[in-house]
């Protein structure tokens, strides 16, 4: 890109999350940024779309889909305009879908999100890391981006931009720079993860998502309970992670910067093929 990049900005905290004003800020300085973000917060929703529940004269696009007809498989999206772009009554998917495909930017950014987004099984359940997926999927360059939060107290109790400058000024200097250098040629996507404001940033590292993943549920009183035993780790600073992974590093007070591909490999279909065969008869 010899001219200043189009940008699309989502997030899975709302349109006006501290998070995102700080990346539209430090982006709006080196490119054109237009916001579709969920008009509320869409957190943890993962890959969800709102194709199909929105309707359309009273009637849902599930009724519409036995009649073929032209137009038959087109959903609204309810949105308002926002002082930033557009307010989404919707998914973060919803908004990378709407983003790349309506405005065709050069690259779309998803965040900063309040919070690491740190594992592989967290990167189809965060919104914010589905928004950079959706993208890559529609052969758009997309950076997540997350801060951790945890333990952090900001002065005046509640997060606010200023606390995300440093998060925003680094995806805008990759933005910048990137051009030219090839570095989506090799990879669909990058998620970011960085310490919280307190903490320095003592190294870079390029990193993969953890495997290790500690959820655990139990049946008291007649209730469900789910127990995040990881985020327990994570406020002990204590973790049995690999050195070369994205949670490891950023306790360590590095940038984790995971080079991503979009899923899903196939594996060696052959000897999958050869059981099934003797499994099913056809």
Same mark, same amino acid.
């Given at each position: 890109?010899?001219?200043?990049?189009?940008?699309?900005?989502?997030?899975?905290?709302?349109?006006?999350?501290?998070?995102?004003?700080?990346?539209?800020?430090?982006?709006?300085?080196?490119?054109?940024?237009?916001?579709?973000?969920?008009?509320?917060?869409?957190?943890?929703?993962?890959?969800?779309?709102?194709?199909?529940?929105?309707?359309?004269?009273?009637?849902?696009?599930?009724?519409?889909?036995?009649?073929?007809?032209?137009?038959?498989?087109?959903?609204?999206?309810?949105?308002?305009?926002?002082?930033?772009?557009?307010? $989404?009554?919707?998914?973060?998917?919803?908004?990378?879908?709407?983003?790349?495909?309506?405005?065709?930017?050069?690259?779309? %950014?998803?965040?900063?999100?309040?919070?690491?987004?740190?594992?592989?099984?967290?990167?189809?359940?965060?919104?914010?890391?589905?928004?950079?997926?959706?993208?890559?999927?529609?052969? %758009?360059?997309?950076?997540?981006?997350?801060?951790?939060?945890?333990?952090?107290?900001?002065?005046?109790?509640?997060?606010?931009?200023?606390?995300?400058?440093?998060?925003?000024?680094?995806?805008?200097?990759?933005?910048?720079?990137?051009?030219?250098?090839?570095?989506?040629?090799?990879?669909?996507?990058?998620?970011?993860?960085?310490?919280?404001?307190?903490?320095? $940033?003592?190294? %870079?590292?390029?990193?993969?998502?953890?495997? %290790?993943?500690?959820?655990?549920?139990?049946?008291? +009183?007649?209730?469900?309970?789910?127990?995040?035993?990881?985020?327990?780790?994570?406020?002990?600073?204590?973790?049995?992670?690999?050195? +070369?992974?994205?949670?490891?590093?950023?306790?360590?007070?590095?940038?984790?910067?995971?080079?991503?591909?979009?899923?899903?490999?196939?594996?060696?279909?052959?000897?999958?093929?050869?059981?099934?065969?003797? $499994?099913?008869?056809?």
């Amino acid at each position: 890109m010899d001219e200043s990049p189009e940008i699309v900005l989502t997030n899975d905290d709302g349109i006006d999350a501290p998070g995102l004003r700080a990346l539209f800020e430090a982006l709006s300085a080196i490119g054109s940024v237009t916001v579709v973000a969920p008009n509320r917060n869409r957190s943890a929703v993962g890959r969800a779309l709102s194709y199909g529940r929105t309707s359309t004269d009273d009637t849902t696009i599930d009724e519409l889909t036995v009649d073929f007809s032209e137009g038959a498989f087109t959903s609204p999206v309810p949105h308002a305009d926002h002082e930033l772009g557009y307010a $989404i009554d919707g998914t973060p998917c919803d908004c990378a879908i709407v983003g790349v495909n309506a405005l065709e930017p050069d690259v779309l %950014v998803s965040g900063c999100n309040a919070g690491a987004n740190l594992g592989a099984y967290s990167l189809s359940r965060s919104g914010t890391v589905s928004a950079a997926m959706e993208a890559a999927f529609h052969d %758009v360059p997309s950076i997540a981006v997350s801060m951790d939060t945890l333990g952090y107290e900001s002065e005046d109790g509640e997060l606010s931009a200023v606390d995300f400058e440093r998060a925003a000024a680094i995806v805008a200097s990759i933005v910048e720079e990137y051009p030219g250098t090839g570095l989506f040629d090799r990879i669909d996507y990058l998620n970011i993860n960085v310490p919280r404001p307190d903490r320095p $940033i003592e190294s %870079v590292e390029i990193t993969r998502p953890t495997e %290790v993943y500690e959820m655990d549920a139990t049946m008291e +009183d007649g209730t469900f309970q789910l127990t995040n035993r990881l985020w327990q780790q994570m406020a002990n600073r204590d973790i049995p992670d690999p050195p +070369d992974t994205d949670r490891y590093v950023l306790l360590e007070d590095g940038l984790s910067v995971s080079p991503l591909a979009v899923p899903h490999d196939a594996v060696d279909t052959e000897p999958v093929q050869a059981v099934l065969e003797d $499994i099913v008869a056809v």
